[in-house]
């Protein structure tokens, strides 16, 4: 699916077939439907956060992962350092959950560590009971 390098890193999705474009898409909507319920959840915590419901967050996660994709990609094509473009991306997805959910910036800089904290901790678990029957099943 993905190309290997050399250096045993990856490069971008392969698109030469229309299963790898099938499976790359069912698996990009998989992350954002995740990535949009944890900041669903990280948003509910705050009083002042406008526009929870589903599809709003749903709007604001694609425009932050199409940002925090493409961005960088993009100016490391016009010859500008990716952790530039990446710093910059990372600013605008902020700017973004704040002006789409009516808080600050501070705020929507703490949303994105509450649900990465919240993702981390789900993630630990599910880890931990897939382990809990792998060893239960030996």
Known sequence: ???QL???G???PDFSSLTSILIWLILFIIGLLIITIFLKIALGLID???????GAVFVTSL?????IDFLP???GLIGLWYILGLIIAVILAFVIISSRHG??????VLVAIIAFILYIVVMILIGAV???????AL
């Open 1 to 3: 699916m993905l190309l």
């Open 103 to 108: 808080i600050s910036f501070l705020t929507a």
């Open 63 to 67: 425009l932050v992962v199409l940002i």
């Open 48 to 54: 002042k956060a406008k526009n929870t419901d589903f």
């Open 73 to 75: 990609w993009l100016l």
């Open 10 to 12: 990856y490069a971008a």
């Open 130 to 136: 897939i382990a809990g029957i792998i060893i239960a």
């Open 6 to 8: 050399e250096g045993g």
